[in-house]
């Protein structure tokens, strides 16, 4: 009786099924032509700020029952498989594979791409720098650990610039070869890992020495063929080499998050919903960040995130990264980086780029 209830329904599901092949097709002939007419003005394969345009789009609307992330997953993947068509994308993160880095990467860009997995975030940098990746995507933020700080000081050095940002949830996993703790000596993971699950581990296993290594991909590559290491690490990570878990959810934050940014040589071009990060340092003087920033309230331009990182000059002077809301080629922005520029010490504009989604 089901059987002859879901037949006409399936029937349906099949017609549409081809509706969609078809019009996936028409869309995938026509970015065909796109990619015809980028390649005879040398335009770039990837355009941030277009795929950010199409997906804040069909968000908008979207009229259900599919939830908007759901949509947005879709049509990044649809999105990233006609890129291929014109060529497919070097992306390289911090590896090995099965790191949150990988994630943010497929996250940002979709699967039909090449992915680079690197030793360490100064590698990303090289990479990228050096034309063998056309992006890189490295962490800049967690919300339990604040600023990763390599990453900011080798965005003081490098030529590239931001073009993009994502966030993404970070769930950690306490994994062995076993399954269980028994024989095990050492847990392993990024130095950040280890310290988003700090009060975990001191409840749970305080006597247990702890090593911090390049990712947490890594300590998991190492518990894979060492029953006396246990890895902090995703389960992703877990299943790449085969690895038991003990404990799952083992962050302090449950709501522990990581921001990363995706670097380039590209610049973008205003998407509607922009961010703009800089750089710069004040003249040693008393109320010179008061002064250096007034340009920003001066012409309403919100700032959403400011972190101070020592210059390392032995004269306890520090660099400021800046967050602000809007395009650098928006009016009131360029007004006020104009300012900034001429009042600081020292400015850099790190990258425009869209928001997160």
């Not at 400021?320 to 504009?349: I, Q, T, W």
Request: hydrophobic share 40%; with cysteine; glycine share 6%.
């Amino acid at each position: 009786m089901s059987d002859n209830k879901l037949l006409p329904l399936r029937i349906k599901i099949d017609t549409i099924d081809a509706q969609i092949l078809d019009l996936l097709n028409q869309r995938a002939r026509v970015a065909e032509e796109v990619g015809h007419v980028k390649a005879e003005t040398n335009a770039p394969v990837f355009r941030p700020e277009r795929e950010a345009q199409v997906l804040r789009g069909v968000a908008e609307r979207n009229p259900g029952p599919l939830l908007n992330e759901d949509i947005q997953l879709i049509f990044r993947e649809i999105m990233s498989a006609c890129r291929a068509l014109e060529r497919r994308v070097v992306v390289a993160f911090l590896g090995p594979v099965g790191t949150f880095s990988e994630q943010a990467v497929y996250k940002q860009f979709g699967h039909a791409i090449q992915a680079l997995p690197c030793v360490s975030i100064d590698e990303v940098f090289r990479a990228t720098e050096a034309g063998t990746a056309d992006f890189g995507v490295v962490p800049i933020e967690n919300s339990s650990e604040g600023a990763i700080n390599r990453t900011l000081d080798l965005l003081l050095q490098t030529s590239l610039a931001i073009s993009g940002e994502l966030a993404i949830p970070v769930q950690h996993s306490l994994m062995s070869k076993s399954g269980n703790m028994e024989g095990v000596s050492r847990i392993c993971a990024h130095s950040q890992a280890l310290a988003q699950c700090q009060a975990w581990l001191n409840q749970h296993y305080p006597h247990i020495e702890r090593q911090a290594v390049a990712s947490n991909a890594e300590a998991a590559r190492m518990a894979s063929g060492d029953y006396t290491v246990a890895a902090i690490a995703s389960e992703i990570a877990g299943t790449q080499y085969n690895l038991g878990i003990v404990s799952a959810h083992i962050q302090d934050d449950p709501h522990n998050r990581t921001r990363f940014a995706v670097i380039g040589r590209l610049h973008t071009t205003p998407s509607g919903k922009d961010q703009t990060s800089i750089v710069l340092a004040t003249p040693n003087k008393a109320g010179a960040v008061y002064d250096l920033l007034a340009p920003l309230s001066k012409h309403g331009v919100s700032m959403t995130r400011f972190e101070s990182r020592p210059a390392r000059t032995g004269n306890w002077e520090y660099y400021f990264y800046v967050d602000v809301e809007g395009h650098v080629m928006d009016e009131r922005v360029a007004a006020a980086m104009a300012e900034l520029d001429a009042k600081a010490a020292f400015f850099k504009v790190l990258g425009s780029y869209p928001c997160t989604l």
